[in-house]
């Protein structure tokens, strides 16, 4: 459960990119975020995972406060950034050791999850060369790996479907619907309306920093009586 009260944030004192925004994210399902380009997407789950600092207001991760215990949110959090071009230098298996060697996670647990995780993405050949020389949709495999070694209970991910092929992606939402029917939370923005409209229980669509819409996708379509595309343009637009 992740919950925002009234939070905001300005970049360089004018760009309100998240404008006073209250949202609850429920466990237990796949909660999906959606907006246009510059919406306030990405830095509202830069708040949420405490890479950035609100102006004001507060974030809770399953009840811990971000800004007070930042450490145990960081601990409960798999966070996928929305570039995966990161540690280019290190060997696949380099950059899983490290992320687990930062989450604690130990040898034996770390085996396991790796193997398993790379069978799943069909990354086992993969993991002994840089991270230079992988696709685009290798790196975001890779960093989806990292962020899931230590089993967080709370996924946050940034357009984690972007690049991947279609098993990959496949396999990813096969995974956010397992982790979420275990009742933990899952929580991810994307462009792909067809993806949220096939893979989510729930959404909130964000524009211009406000929540323009939070609720099943079958509230939000019964709200007219349209295609989530059709409902999406319209809400948007004005905002
Ligand atoms: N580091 C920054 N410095 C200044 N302005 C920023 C910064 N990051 C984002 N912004 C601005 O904040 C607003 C929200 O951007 P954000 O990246 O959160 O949008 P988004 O919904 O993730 O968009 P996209 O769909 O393109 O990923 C935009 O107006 C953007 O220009
Ligand atoms: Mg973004």
């Known amino acids: 459960m992740i919950e925002l009260k009234s939070v905001s944030k300005t970049y360089g004192g004018r760009i309100k990119a998240v404008d006073n925004m209250s949202l609850d994210i429920d466990s237990g399902c796949i909660y999906g975020f959606l907006g246009p380009n510059g919406a306030g997407k990405t830095t509202t789950i830069k708040l949420i995972t405490g890479i ?8 809770l991760v399953d009840g811990d406060d971000v800004q007070k215990d930042p450490l145990a949110v960081k601990k409960n959090i798999g966070f996928v950034p929305d570039d995966p071009n990161i540690f280019l230098r290190l060997k696949g298996i380099e950059y899983l050791s ?3 060697d930062i989450y604690d996670v130990g040898s034996g647990d770390r085996e396991q999850a790796i193997s398993e995780l790379a069978r799943r993405f069909e990354m086992s050949n993969a993991l002994g060369d840089r991270i230079q020389s992988y696709s685009h949709g290798m790196r975001q495999k890779i960093v989806i790996m990292g ?4 089993k967080p209970k709370v ?28 009742g933990n939370t899952v929580f991810f923005s994307t462009h792909v309306l067809e ?6 229980d729930k959404v909130a669509v964000v524009g211009s920093g406000h929540i323009l819409f939070a609720g099943s996708i079958h509230d939000m379509k019964k709200s007219g009586d349209a295609s989530l595309e059709k409902m999406f343009l319209e809400m948007t637009q004005n905002a």
Do not use: N, Q
């Open 52 to 59: 950035i600092k609100p102006d004001g207001g507060t974030i």
């Open 155 to 182: 996924w946050i991910l940034d357009e984690p479907m972007t690049g991947l092929d279609p098993k990959s992606a496949f396999e990813l939402k096969t995974m956010m619907r397992e982790h979420a029917d275990e």
């Open 147 to 150: 962020a899931l070694l230590h």
């Open 195 to 200: 993806v949220a409209e096939k893979v989510c």
């Open 98 to 100: 490290f992320m687990a």
